[in-house]
């Protein structure tokens, strides 16, 4: 148990190396070292594929577009059939799903919802644990392979947990989810559990799970496999490939995101930046994350940064004001201290997009839109069309622009809240300090609850007739 993860090799022959995101530090790191952070200045890592380096690019996108019809493991799933821009050798032994692979949808109602004229929503709540973290799972465990770690360990609000208990399975690999006790939605927890993880509810909230994850990353037969770890966000960028191959390769003028851990936003971000330096794509698109409004610490730097002037050197000396209590019936997003959030900043000021934050009503609203277009999504996913509606009312994004919403958890995550909202039962119950229990009642603006009906032919027409 007390083995070591594997000797660091020196390159691969991707030529990929680990470095610090700090401008202003040189560091880098061989691909295969176990490290989730600079030694030098504790700043995030990042992965350099050298994308640069390839001699023809355009040629890829032809042979990504071929593999669609090929039966090799590695061309069925939407992640690995991107892996000419993977850190990985060809002969890496994989661990998939099939993960990838889906779908966009046209969103009339939600696009009339939001005030546009069409918008276009891609549903990475339909990867196989039902959840966007499937693009990075399957990297970050084949990466745990490689290093031959003992066991993956990752605190999670129920969806990365729920992801890396079916990866690890698959690898068959110990696996370790730190939850934040009673905060997590039934129905991810039943997955973790479904699929071998041993769980461990922390008395605490999701920062407290993160904290212990720092603390446990020293011990060496551990792999960390929140998105810290940066070959997490090498396969969760590989969506922006995806999202650009199913485009056409015409770039949409929005991508928005919800943001938590902020992970997804800081990967699409190094997906189109990647694209763009191969010259696959001659702009990227302005990328825009939405928060929880009592989970918001990035939108509120955010605001203050556009306020004064956004300039690299401010980027540099940005410090985030962490939310010791973050609330949100989107227990998704629930996080007070995330991350990423030095990435996903840089991605959205590169791409000159907004970090916005919706309140409960307006998610919830936007949650039942999406479900009438027969799409459905899990609450946070539903920030992402509240966040549109918001920007296209401040003018941040143009009626006739091209928008393409992200949705990142299945509907049936979050059983409870959806029959909640429709039966009218839905609010945000948390304590005020000395005053108690405070409730505040979200409105079913689209509700949609069962009627109760006689067991008669009769009584079923008849309701039939009045019902819209
Ligand atoms: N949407 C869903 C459905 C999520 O589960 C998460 C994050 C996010 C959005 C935010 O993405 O963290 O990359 O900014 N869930 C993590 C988890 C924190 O543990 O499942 P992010």
Redesign the pocket.
Same mark, same amino acid.
């Given at each position: 148990m007390n083995a070591a993860l594997k000797k660091p090799q020196l390159r691969k022959s991707t030529g990929a190396v680990q470095k610090c995101i700090a401008g202003d530090c040189t560091a880098e790191y061989a691909i295969n070292e176990p490290i989730y952070v600079c030694r030098k200045c504790g700043d995030p890592l990042e992965i350099d594929c050298r994308v640069e380096a390839f001699p023809d690019p355009l040629s890829l996108r032809q042979q990504w577009e071929a593999r669609a019809a090929s039966r090799d493991p590695r061309d069925r799933s939407g992640v690995w059939r991107y892996r000419e821009v993977l850190p990985f050798n060809d002969n890496a032994s994989i661990v998939t799903l099939f993960e990838g692979n889906t779908p966009i949808y046209d969103a009339p109602k939600c696009a009339l919802y939001a005030g546009l004229s069409s918008l276009t929503l891609k549903h990475q /709540?339909n990867n196989p644990t039902g #959840?966007?973290?499937d693009t990075g799972m399957t990297t970050a465990v084949t990466q745990a392979g490689i290093l031959e770690a003992q066991a993956v360990l990752?605190? *999670? $609000? /129920?969806? $990365? +947990? +729920? #992801?890396l208990a079916a990866y690890a399975a698959r690898a068959n690999v110990k696996c370790a989810v730190l939850l934040p006790e009673g905060q997590i939605s039934p129905a991810?927890l039943a997955q973790s559990m479904d699929y071998g993880a041993i769980i461990f509810e922390v008395e605490g909230n999701?920062d407290d799970c993160m904290r212990l994850t720092h603390e446990l990353a020293e011990v060496p037969w551990i792999y960390i496999a929140? #998105?810290v770890n940066p070959f997490r966000i090498e396969g969760?960028k590989t969506v922006a490939y995806e999202l650009m191959m199913q485009c056409d390769w015409r770039v949409p003028d929005h991508v928005v995101? !919800? &943001? /938590?851990?902020? &992970?997804? *936003? #800081? =990967?699409l971000g190094k997906g189109f930046d990647e694209m763009r330096r191969m010259k696959l794509i001659d702009r990227v698109p302005k990328l825009s994350?939405i928060q929880a409004e009592g989970a918001a610490p990035l939108a509120h730097l955010f605001a203050g940064f556009m306020k004064a002037g956004s300039t690299n050197e401010k980027l540099r000396e940005a410090k985030i004001e962490t939310v010791a209590h973050p609330r949100t019936l =989107?227990t998704? @997003?629930k @996080?007070g201290a !995330?991350v *990423?959030w030095k990435k996903?900043l840089r991605a959205v000021i590169q791409s000159q997009g907004n970090i916005i934050s919706v309140n409960e009503q307006e998610m919830a609203d936007a949650k039942a839109m999406i479900g009438l277009e027969g799409i459905g999504?899990?609450p +946070? *996913?539903a920030?992402t069309v509240a966040g549109i509606k918001k920007l296209v009312a401040q003018n941040k994004i143009g009626r006739d622009e091209s928008v393409v919403g992200i949705l990142? /958890?299945h509907v049936l995550?979050d059983p409870d809240y959806v029959g909640h909202y429709h039966r009218g039962m839905l609010s945000l119950d948390f304590d005020v300090e000395g005053q108690g229990e405070k409730k505040v009642p979200i409105a079913g603006g689209f509700r949609n609850p069962p009627v109760r009906v006689m067991a008669t032919k009769h009584a079923i027409i008849e309701s039939l007739q009045r019902e819209r």
């Open positions: /709540g #959840s966007f973290k990752c605190a *999670s $609000t /129920g969806n $990365t +947990a +729920a #992801s991810k999701f929140n #998105s969760q995101v !919800p &943001g /938590g851990n902020m &992970g997804n *936003s #800081s =990967a994350v =989107a998704a @997003i @996080i !995330p *990423s996903a999504c899990e +946070a *996913s920030a990142t /958890g995550k």
